[in-house]
């Protein structure tokens, strides 16, 4: 498969530039991380490659100009999930977390979007994995922060998309669940998915194969997560305020 | 649709059936069985039928829009169709003794209604440039409202000696139904569920906001505007017979969210059954309860849909699910 | 008698006297068959006989049908029809926002007598009714109305209606001293305030008395006045319903009026006003109302 390109991408919002100059080579089926100050335009850039921000410049998907691609099509190759500090609707319509889950399989239905025997085998084994399973007849507005969050995530694994696009996954997440997101993770690498996560945790990050370092108006750096280079890149972007220390064969980072 | 679903929406269409049979013996003299055949056919059964078919088309009407505006306040009227319906009216009376056969001004005042409704929402659109953002929407669908609102008050004001008839419109009626009336309604309510069915996904999509929605390989854009435009459809027919019956649009989708679990498409066809069986219910008592004099329907729709809308509240607190 | 022609002219006889009976029969039976008026929407309605059930849906054609003599072919009048008092008898069938249909219907009406701008025209014609549209704004109209009704029920009272009419308030108009019709009259007929203009039919029986109006003609029918206008115009003379008669004097600058001051105010109560807004045969009754207040409260 071949990696994402990003060749002299700018952002903009509201007619403000956020981010230019942009060139990036996101290699497949690997786990890349982006990571950066609050306001860096780390969101925007996962959103421009969710089709959702409109860009100039060259976004290159399997070799395919990403604004070329159908949107169902792209639906099915791309799935994002969005930040959870975007509150669901109040409006209380009812939805249960199963339904929630089936809404992953939206973009493999056709008009009438009735579920197949094949999406509900799918949608099973993505809620069991998130262990959201024995809460697919709740309603979705009585769960907590954590148990949405991993219906969120079962829905985006039913997609079943090759690239998957995660904007603070793990929010509000409590340890025991943040230590499952590490295993579904890898469990994704392994099935040769390609994942972009935006993560604010340090730490977590650096777990990810490949470090994207985001700083105001473009890249800081971008290379592997084990390679010193890419550290000192990170101390750097944070202005020297944060250290790296090695626990075990894992990478830790302190505020100084 | 979910399996359980399918249960409570016979259960509706029997309601429905038996309302209707109710309606062919209810009229002015109260419970009566009517040896004159003109009247059951005639007045009766259109009028009933015609009471059904609006509501539904109403409820169906404010379920849509609280699904696309994700708003629980929102009704079938806030895009300005009630206000244009109001002003098309204006202009055909105001215009009717250039039609010297007031009959025909009354055809006239129906196809006002509708033309103005419809018209009203393009204009909406066209003030919220487009149909991509539903804020811009909902906020040019009140700033037309009250524009248009403004220009009927005008009118009445320039035309006191039509202002009862206007009320009467205002106010909304169910006694001047006829098959005609009914056969359109027919026509346009299947029509929009069945184009709803196929944009109901979109509703479904958009439960997860707007932004993901899109990712979902929807042209939500598209869709929104497909349902905006069933939306303007299905109001503009029913105010077009009926005039401007408040509250069922409201009320509807409200009453039937708790069994309509998840599905927007349940959701959707159980709101215009239940807006169907509201009004019906409502010009039946209108009609029985002070025969032969008649209440305005309206009131009883407020009566109704509102104690029960109470009784719902009172039973579970605010944003707890039931 | 020549005996040859006594059997002719016998046989001439019975022929004329045979002509003469089928050529009535023959003529009472088409003034039975038809009768077709037009309308004031210049729709002809053609009736079978001349109407024997009638419905009416408006107070002054109710009056008007009564007034021609033909008060017993009603069958159903509207809920404001109150005059004469026999028509209370009658099945009331609503108004205009909550008329009967049903309630009509089954009375099975030769003719339903309706207001030009009624929304029950088209539905009672869907329904095979035969339907006749009044337009009763002015003076004119209503002697038109008399007219017309007399075709459709079969009377000729209609010129001996309005004579009366006009000889009532011909009689109204000369028990007016000069300095009277010289009073310049303010007439309200709601409290918002609206008054009654000159091209209303209120202002047109103003007219015929010979008083004058402060309200002028460019105003249109009922305007919807600043009472500041009022108080600039200082009429002599003003006309108003027992409702709106108490505050009257609390508006805002009205106690500098001198008709205020003085008193000379009319108030009508709800039967009087009944006889003032409706253009119909008892206009002659209402010239008289006026005329009365006129010499009451203002000086000769």
Redesign the interface.
Known sequence: MSPIELRNVSLSRNYNVVLQNIDITIPAGEWTSIVGPNGAGKSTLVQALAGLVPYEGSIQIGGVELRLIAIKARAQQIAWLEQATATLDSLDFGLRVYDIAMLGRLPHQNWLSIPSEEDCGIVEHAMRQTNVWDLRERFFNQLSGGERQRVLLARLFATQAAILLMDEPIANLDPPHQADWLQWQSALSTQGKTSITVLHEVQLALQADNLILLGFGGIHYQGKSNDPLTHQALIDLFDGRIELAKLGDRWVSLAR | MRPTSFPRVLALVLISIALLCLGALLGSSGIVWSTDTAIVFDIRLPRSAGAWLAGALLGLAGAIAQGVFRNPLADPYLLGSASGALMGVALVLGFSHAISDSGLALIGLNSGAFIGALLGVVAALILAGGYRSSLRLLLSGVVISVILGAGNALFTFVRPDLYQRFQAFMLGNTSLLDWHGVYLMLLVWVACIAIVLLLSAALNALSLGESTAKTLGLPIDQMRLGLIAVLALATGAAVAQTGLIAFIGLAAPHLVRRFASGSQRAHLIMSSLAGGILLLASDLLARTILAPLELPVGIVTAVLGGSYLLLLLRRQTLGVNP | MNPIQSPVRKYLKDALLLGAAVCSVLLSVTAIASTTAKDD???EVNLKTPAQRVVSMLPSLTESVCALGKCSVLVGVDRFSNWPKSVDALPRL?G????????I??LKPDLVLLE????????L???GISVM?FDVQSMADVQRTLRQLDTVLGSTESGAVWDRIQLDIARASRALSPSQKAARVYFEVNSAP?AAGKTSFIGELLDRLGIQNIATEKMG??P?INPEFVVQSKPDLIMTTEASAKQLAQRPGWKSIPAIQDNRICFFSTIQADVLVRPGPRMGEAAGLIADCALRSLPK
């Not at chain 3, 205009?96 to 309630?103: L, V």
């Not at chain 3, 030009?116 to 539905?123: E, M, W």
């Open positions: 929407r210049g729709t609503g205009i926002a909550d008329a009967n249909i049903e309630g219907v089954r030009k701008s009624s929304p029950l025209i088209a539905r014609q869907s329904l549209a609206f029918a009922f919807k």
